[in-house]
């Protein structure tokens, strides 16, 4: 993580964005402590600003505070399971309504996301991948009016994020996941919800079984 040498208004924000996009980097590993006093060097900051980094952090989930101090929060197998059973739930729902909803011009952003997610890789950056992949979601839950859902996925969104990098270090994943997100737009652009939902499910279970093996091994 490089310093922060700009100190605008919304220092606390770029704080956290710097921290968040060193966890999905694995530059914090699970169950790492996070010392203010590094943390704040690493980025020029106060320790002020880092508490506040950290209690925003704790709220999304990544963090846990323990007798040691606060700690990147580890995810079991179980919890993986269980957030990948309502990803499947939400995201196959978002993407029929976005198929039944979608303009030619929903369209050529998501094909627009998806040439972002496919350079990120290319370019092998992760955090460029994860928000080019949160910006794609977007699209969809939008498009196919899906608000609500949209508001309980980027309260995972961290999670989900950390789970995602995991999946895409898995060789071979990285272009499958590119191939199905492919069939996921194509069948959109034709209108066909059911193969959208299907080509979504597919997608879901494919990353979930990756997520849930890895953990169980580490």
Not at 63 to 90: D, F, H, K
Not at 113 to 120: D, S, V
Not at 147 to 162: G, K, P, T
Not at 198 to 213: F, L, T
Request: one cysteine or more; glycine letters at 6%.
């Amino acid at each position: 993580m490089e310093k922060i040498e700009a100190r605008p208004q919304t220092l606390r924000q770029i704080a956290l964005d710097r921290v968040r996009d060193a966890i999905m980097e694995g530059q914090i590993a699970p169950g790492e402590r996070l010392v203010e006093r590094t943390l704040g060097d690493r980025l020029g900051v106060s320790r002020s600003v880092i508490r506040e980094v950290i209690r925003n952090l704790e709220s999304e989930g990544l963090v846990e505070n323990t007798a040691a101090g606060p700690r990147l929060s580890t995810i079991s197998p179980e919890q993986a399971r269980q957030i990948y059973e309502i990803r499947m739930q939400l995201e196959s729902s978002a993407v029929a309504a976005c198929a039944e909803a979608a303009t030619p011009r929903n369209v050529a952003d998501l094909r627009t996301a998806l040439a972002a997610i496919g350079a990120a890789h290319d370019a092998r950056n992760p955090v460029d991948a994860l928000r080019a992949s949160t910006r794609f979601y977007e699209i969809i839950f939008e498009t196919g009016g899906h608000d609500i859902a949209w508001e309980i996925v980027q309260r995972l969104n961290s999670r989900i994020s950390q789970m995602r990098a995991m999946t895409l270090s898995v060789v071979g994943r990285q272009a499958a996941g590119l191939a199905r997100l492919s069939r996921i737009v194509d069948a959109i652009a034709k209108k066909d919800s059911a193969a959208a939902a299907e080509a979504c499910r597919e997608h879901v279970a494919e990353a979930g079984s990756i997520a849930v093996e890895m953990l169980r091994n580490r």
